[in-house]
């Protein structure tokens, strides 16, 4: 039976509530990769944990609301707005992200895009030291 790949990023990102970076990593390919918008990309469990633990450390009330999700073979499209809270300003970051998994269900490589002027002026907005943001 082949897997169902919208159900694992559905329960992909309903896992991010419980901001567990392992358990947000087990989702991944052993060699996996994850890349953003404004960073280069983490490849491999043992740089993915770290980018998770950053990010569900920082944050907090996480919740994303899809517009739209669609499967095509072993490649995930999701369009979304990525909604958390930091230093108790509600943010709220439009995203497209692709998901590619490999053939044993597990995602291979995640690749978000989103307007980083956007989410940095919302970071900015919460007192967010910015300053270093760039070497992450």
Known sequence: MPADHEATVRAFFGAWV????DRLTSFFAPDGTWSEANRDAAQGHDQ?????????????????????????GDTVFTERVDRFVINETPMAVPVAGLFDFDGDGRIQSWRD???????????????????GVDDL
């Open 18 to 21: 419980e901001r567990d970076p």
């Open 48 to 72: 993915i944990r770290p980018v998770f633990e950053l990010q569900t450390g920082f944050g907090s009330d996480f919740s994303f609301e899809f517009k739209r999700l669609e499967v095509v």
């Open 113 to 131: 895009y989103y307007d980083w002027s956007l989410l940095e002026a919302q970071l900015l907005a919460a007192g967010v030291d910015m300053s």
